[in-house]
Structure formats: structure tokens, C-alpha cells
């Protein structure tokens, strides 16, 4: 696939594209979930509470050797200093661990970064974004800001990707597929044989989006990563980031794996400019074998009590496997929203159309146990 415009920082000063940069930046600054359109609701998702649980964030933390490894960074007097050589171990580090070429990495300020870049080339292109509803929307709004459109897809009964009605909406090469596997908000997973084949067949026309930011909470993380499907004539993406598992969502550390020719088109368009602490942290942590899955245990242990709390209070929930748990309230979410931060309790937002359900995340020991108590209150 090749795109009409490629994404040098000059082109998009000379097209007009200076106030979308503009936004872009800031919007790189926080979350995408915390920051887009500071809504009342989106003010209260970061309002100080004693249970942050709204923006499916780690707050188990990076990896104690990422933390160190970030201040002595900064100790060691690297704040002046670009980061051009960390910048390359970094690379090499990634390339490694997918099994693909330092050229087929491409870093970026969270994953975030990322989709709202794609999404932007999609939207300028007046394409359109195919993706799942309710589903994560940072790909999709940079479509419509851009002045493309989007397909949303409604979750099939068990709130998984409905592949064949997606497939279905493929308009040919303007069409850009995006699916977060696990999906946000409803957490859940695809079968990994039914994706693939997709994968390969929609990529054939369109241009597929892989979202893997929460792949490493999912069990069996390695039968079920597509990265293996990137290769150079494949019109593929497979984002992934540093801001979950890792702990790091602070630092705004996240990649594409991709073909060649797109990751230098994506690189042109100065993506990915990382600070020398996040890129220190970033080589600690994967450099920290064994941090992954200690992390991804804690995790679990916290969701399965809120999992069994659900089943005692009869909550419909989806089969989760992220750090966050979508579950069905049978009440206006703006009620229970405002009545868990009542309890100091922030849960996520409202995703219409499914009105009467809630995302809550899965924190610290003791912000689980608070939430618990509120959603009995709230709930029970
Ligand atoms: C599905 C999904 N993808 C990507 C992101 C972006 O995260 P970041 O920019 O921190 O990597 C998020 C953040 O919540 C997400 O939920």
C-alpha cells in the first residue's frame, strides 16, 4: 500500500497541517482517555480520589530495576545529552524480542503516538477506520478529525471483535482495521486462529491496525501475539506499549512493529522522540526478565476477587483478560459513577451504547478492596 503523503514534519507544517501537529503534541501529553475534550466526566477520571481505577493504568509500577535504572540515568547527568545510542539498544532490544529487524521497529511517545498518527494519515486520506464498538477510540477520533469517517462495528454477544461484519465493511485501500486485541473497553480476547486468518485476508486491501496493549495481561500471551504476521508486503501494525504491564505509562514509551517501508515513513514524521529516562527504563524492564509475569500474578489474584464479588452481587461481566473489568450495573452509569467517586472510587467513563455498564481497573491491594466495598454499596 502506498501512501499518497508521506508524513515528513515539513510536509505537514506546508499542507496546513501545523494546528493538527499542534494538537497532536498536546494530545501526546497525557492519556488519550484522560485528556480528549476535558469533558466533566474526563476531569473526574483523573480527580483526586482515593482509588484511581478509571484509566486501566499499572499502579503496581515499573520493574525496581527500570526505576533504578531511570535515576541513574538522570544522576549520571543525562539530561543534557540526546539520547541517540540508548536510542539504538532500545531498538535492538525490541527488534530482538519480536524476532523481526531493528527496521521494522518503529518507537513512539506511548502507542498512543501511534494510532493517532495512522489514524491522522487515514483521516487525511478521507478513508475511513473500521473498528469495534465499544472499542478504544484513539485511532478512530484522529480518522474523524482529519476528515475521514468511521465504521463502527458493534461487539458480538460475548463482546468480542465481530470479524465477519468488520471484514464486511472493508471499503478497499482507504480503509484502515483497527482491533485491539484485548479490546478496551470490554477487555476480552479473539481466538487467535480466527484473527490470524483475518489478519492475512483484510490486509490484502485494507490496511490492519494490531493493538496489543494489554496482550501481556492475557493468559498464554505467547500463542496469542500476531507480531509473527508482520512482514514487508503485509499492510500491517502491531502497536505495542510500555504504559501497562510495564508500569510505565508515565514515561509514554510505545512501538509499531511493521514492514520496513512503513516504519521509516512513520519515523519521517519525527515519531517517537523519547526522553533518556523512559528509554533507560525501557531497556531495564525488558532487560528484567521475570518482572513481566510477577506483575501479570498480581494483577490476576486482584481481578479474580473482584471477578467472584460480581458473581456474588449477580453482575453480568466480560470475559476479561486485561486490568480492567467491564461488568453490566443494570443502572445509568452517571449514577454509578457519581456515586463510587462519592466512595473516593473513579471508575472509567460512560461507553454508550451500552449505557448501563462500567470499566472499573484493577489497582493496588488496598484500592481493590475500597472499590469492593463501594460497588457492594453502590450495587448491592
Ligand atoms: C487499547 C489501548 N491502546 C492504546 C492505548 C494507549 O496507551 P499508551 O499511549 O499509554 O501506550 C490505550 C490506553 O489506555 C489503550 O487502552
Redesign the pocket.
Known amino acids: 500500500m502506498n501512501f499518497p503523503e508521506p508524513i515528513s514534519r515539513r510536509q505537514w507544517l506546508i499542507s496546513g497541517g501545523a494546528s493538527l501537529a499542534g494538537l497532536a503534541l498536546s494530545s501526546r501529553l497525557l ?3 484522560a485528556q480528549a475534550q476535558m469533558t466533566p466526566e474526563r476531569l473526574a477520571a483523573v480527580a483526586p480520589v482515593k482509588a484511581r481505577l478509571s ?2 493504568e499499572n499502579p503496581f509500577g515499573p520493574s525496581p530495576a527500570a526505576l533504578a535504572a531511570m535515576l541513574a540515568n538522570l544522576s549520571a547527568g543525562k539530561a543534557c545529552r540526546y539520547p541517540y545510542g540508548e536510542v539504538n539498544e532500545l531498538i535492538d532490544l525490541i527488534a530482538k524480542k519480536e524476532g523481526v529487524a531493528p527496521e521494522n521497529i518503529v518507537l ?6 501511534i ?1 493517532e498518527t495512522v489514524g491522522g494519515l487515514f483521516g487525511r486520506m478521507k478513508g475511513e477506520a473500521i473498528y469495534a464498538s465499544p472499542g ?1 477510540l ?1 485511532l478512530p477520533s484522529a480518522v474523524t478529525a482529519n476528515g475521514g469517517k468511521v465504521i463502527p462495528v458493534p461487539v458480538n454477544a460475548r463482546q468480542e471483535h465481530d470479524l465477519d461484519a468488520m471484514a464486511a465493511q472493508v471499503v478497499g485501500a482507504s480503509s484502515v482495521v483497527y482491533v ?1 486485541n ?3 473497553p470490554t477487555g476480552t480476547v479473539v481466538d487467535t486462529a480466527a484473527l490470524a486468518e483475518f489478519v492475512k485476508e483484510v490486509s490484502k486491501k485494507a490496511f490492519v491496525l494490531l ?1 496489543e ?2 496482550l501481556d495481561i492475557a493468559d498464554n500471551y505467547a500463542g496469542r501475539t500476531l507480531v509473527g504476521l508482520v512482514h514487508e508486503e503485509r499492510n500491517l501494525l502491531v ?1 505495542r ?4 504491564i510495564h508500569g510505565l ?1 508515565g514515561m ?3 512501538y509499531g512493529v511493521t514492514s520496513r517501508k512503513f516504519a521509516a515513513q512513520l519515523r519521517n514524521g519525527a515519531l517517537g522522540t523519547l526522553t533518556s529516562p523512559s528509554i533507560a527504563g525501557a531497556v531495564a524492564s525488558l532487560q528484567d526478565t521475570g518482572f513481566v509475569a510477577a506483575s501479570r500474578t498480581k494483577i490476576v489474584a486482584e481481578k479474580a476477587k473482584l471477578l467472584a464479588l460480581l458473581r456474588e452481587l449477580g453482575r453480568p461481566y466480560a470475559e476479561s483478560q486485561t486490568n480492567f473489568v467491564f461488568f453490566q450495573t443494570g443502572r445509568p452509569h452517571a449514577e454509578v459513577h457519581a456515586a463510587m467517586f462519592k466512595e473516593s472510587v473513579s471508575i472509567a467513563r460512560a461507553f454508550p451504547p451500552m449505557n448501563d455498564w462500567a470499566r472499573i481497573s484493577i489497582g493496588l491491594p488496598e484500592e481493590n478492596a475500597l472499590a469492593r466495598a463501594a460497588l457492594r454499596k453502590v450495587l448491592g
Do not use: C
Not at 513512539?108 to 503516538?113: D, K
Not at 506499549?241 to 501497562?244: E, Q
Open positions: 492519556n488519550f482517555e484509566l486501566n513512539s511517545v506511548g502507542s498512543g503516538e494510532l478504544y484513539q485491539a484485548p479490546n478496551n493493538d496493549a494489554y502497536a506499549t510500555f504504559s501497562k505509562a509514554r514509551i510505545g
